[in-house]
């Protein structure tokens, strides 16, 4: 998920925070107590500016100014917390941090393909009905029975599972769970899964979808999401299947790409 907008902005290149450094130092050899408390506050303040760019970037994206404002003010104090200025400059080390928190906020708090509001509020219901159903049945009931205890149709429960996967779709590359096969579910052509009836089985991973066109997120809905086979999506985008195969190809490893520097880029914030 790359974030948009003028990289060029104030509180970016034109203002490098050299001053920071000097204070960070202080901070770690200030010992605690309300001197410390001033500092360190007083640091947050002067990067406050910074944060709130960084949440600038990430704008348009379905997510509030306010909110985005707020995680990356997380990321911030984070970044001011853990860095060690014996590492090198303040920016390389904070940067990283913030949009590494802004990211992971994306990733886990954000629906990567539009679900209606009544299919959502059906999703919350299923998860809270889950684990008292699943105590009392000895098991983990089935869209029929969650059907039933919560007063609505069976296919909007069915809805709310798939919807499971517009808020975290399933690892690609994963293999379905407990068939014995080493196949990934990228390769699965509209395969029936008899476990289906399940709201156990919802698909949790967490991925990038949200940085896809909009076509590339239409061929992953129609073969995730309503689980059809290369053949049907062909004939829905009036292309062949192998050009539905080259281009779903093509957009698990751009998924897979973005994975990677995902995982780079949080990795140079946790350090």
């Not at 053949?231 to 490893?253: D, F």
Request: net charge neutral; with cysteine.
């Amino acid at each position: 998920m790359e974030p948009t907008g003028d990289t060029g902005a104030a509180g970016t290149h034109e203002d490098d925070y050299d001053d920071v450094h000097p204070q960070c130092c202080e901070l770690r050899r200030t010992p605690e107590g309300a001197r410390r408390d001033s500092l360190r506050c007083k640091i947050i303040t002067r990067c406050l500016p910074l944060a709130d760019h960084i949440a600038g970037r990430f704008a348009g994206r379905g997510e509030s100014a306010d909110d985005l404002r707020q995680v990356a003010r997380l990321g911030l104090i984070k970044a001011i917390d853990r860095y060690d200025p014996s590492k090198g400059p303040f920016l390389g080390y904070a940067v990283p941090t913030i949009m590494g928190e802004v990211r992971r906020h994306f990733r886990d708090h954000t629906w990567v393909i539009h679900v209606p509001r009544r299919i959502k509020d059906t999703r919350q219901r299923v998860r809270a009905a889950i684990g008292p159903m699943s105590q009392r049945l000895g098991r983990a009931p089935t869209a029929t029975e969650l059907a039933a205890e919560l007063g609505v149709d069976r296919d909007e429960v069915v809805q709310s599972v798939d919807a499971a996967v517009a808020y975290r779709p399933s690892s690609l590359d994963a293999a379905a769970p407990g068939d014995g096969k080493s196949e990934p579910a990228a390769a699965r052509q509209g395969l029936d899964d008899p476990r289906y009836s399940s709201v156990e089985d919802a698909l949790t991973v967490a991925g990038l979808v949200s940085t896809l066109t909009e076509r590339e997120r239409l061929i992953l809905r129609l073969r995730f999401c309503e689980n059809l086979p290369q053949s049907q999506i062909g004939r829905r985008l009036g292309v062949s299947q192998v050009q539905v195969s080259r281009l779903l190809g093509a957009t698990l490893e751009r998924l897979r790409q973005s994975c990677r520097e995902e995982s780079a880029a949080m990795g140079m914030s946790g350090a």
